[in-house]
């Protein structure tokens, strides 16, 4: 994991935050934890089964792969 990307992304979240909340914006995204949560575990969700390497070819089940 690259440390600096990961600062720059905090650092964009709490300026973009602030400026959501300067202009009254709603915020894109849950506002409560357990949708941060449910976020979260999605995330882990797709790494974990992208690092087992495991999934399915959707397009070709269906027929539509070219």
Do not use: N
């Not at 690259?2 to 602030?18: K, P």
């Not at 202009?23 to 995330?43: D, E, K, R």
């Not at 690092?51 to 027929?63: E, P």
Request: avoid cysteine.
């Amino acid at each position: 994991m690259d440390l600096t990307l990961t600062l720059l992304a905090l650092l964009t979240g709490f300026v973009t935050g602030a400026l959501f909340t300067f202009l009254g914006v709603p915020l894109p995204a849950p506002p409560q934890l357990p949708g941060i949560v449910g976020i979260v575990g999605i995330y882990v969700v797709y790494r974990t089964v992208e690092y087992l390497d495991a999934g399915v070819d959707l397009l070709s089940i269906l027929g539509l792969a070219g």
